[in-house]
């Protein structure tokens, strides 16, 4: 079975702090994304990773950045969190193409205080 | 505007009823994928079922089955006989080519369920 990992299942940070989020698959997937999941909003897409070093902005990148350089690995990163960055925290892994199905990890619930 | 509108925030049925989530798309790419996903409370999204924009017939998976009219730009999912174990949030997903070449999922609002006995 394919699996997501994700470092922590819950995180409290400070405001102003630097917040490092880990996501490890082990399917060798090309593809790697990052979404924020909010009450009423769904799943929003901050960064994907279609190859190691590769990434692309999805709907809501502000605030945030990522790292791929390993392809089991894709990292994202709060520069400087602030209060309006507490959220579940969503990664998923998926083969290219459009007939491919997302994996999860099962989120980091993240509160900024 | 949304690419994924799912207009139901929440849907009650009864147990062992059928009970339709609607799902809505838009997409100028001739060529995409449709998905629904299924997040009980324990958090974890469960992928339930999937159509491809070129598929002749609707998809089915055991009690699911997603009512796909290309002409209307509509992905329902059926579930078929609901049980109490049904009762979570259901995500519509569409997998379509980015400017980038590669194809990106987004999601709906989702639409909470809640089963009754």
């Known amino acids: 079975d394919v699996k997501v990992t994700q470092s922590s299942r819950y995180l409290v940070k400070r405001t102003g702090e630097k917040v490092f989020l880990e996501c490890v698959q082990d399917m060798d997937h090309e593809n790697m994304f990052w979404y924020r999941q909010d009450p009423g909003l769904g799943l929003r897409l901050i960064y994907f990773s279609y190859d190691v070093k590769m990434k692309e902005k999805g709907d809501i990148p502000e605030g945030y950045s990522v790292s791929r350089e390993k392809k089991e690995r894709f990292s994202l990163i709060l520069e400087s969190a602030s209060t309006n960055q507490t959220s579940m925290y969503l990664c998923?892994?998926?083969?290219?193409?459009?007939?491919?199905?997302?994996?999860f990890g099962s989120g980091t619930q993240l509160s900024v205080l | 505007a949304q690419k994924i509108t799912q207009t139901q925030p929440g849907m009650f049925v009864q147990e062992k009823e059928a009970v339709t989530l609607d799902c809505t798309y838009d997409t100028s790419d001739p060529s995409y994928g449709l998905f629904w996903y299924k997040q009980p409370s324990s958090g974890e999204m469960i992928f339930l079922i999937y159509q491809g924009s070129y598929d002749q017939q609707n998809a089915t998976e055991g009690r699911y089955s997603l009512n796909f009219q290309k002409a209307r730009k509509s992905a329902n999912l059926v579930i078929s006989a609901s049980q109490l174990g049904d009762s979570a949030m259901y995500f519509c997903a569409m997998r379509e080519k980015g400017s980038g070449g590669s194809y990106i999922p987004t999601f709906g609002r989702g639409t909470s369920l809640i089963v009754h006995p």
């Open positions: 998923a892994s998926s083969l290219s193409g459009e007939r491919e199905k997302l994996f």
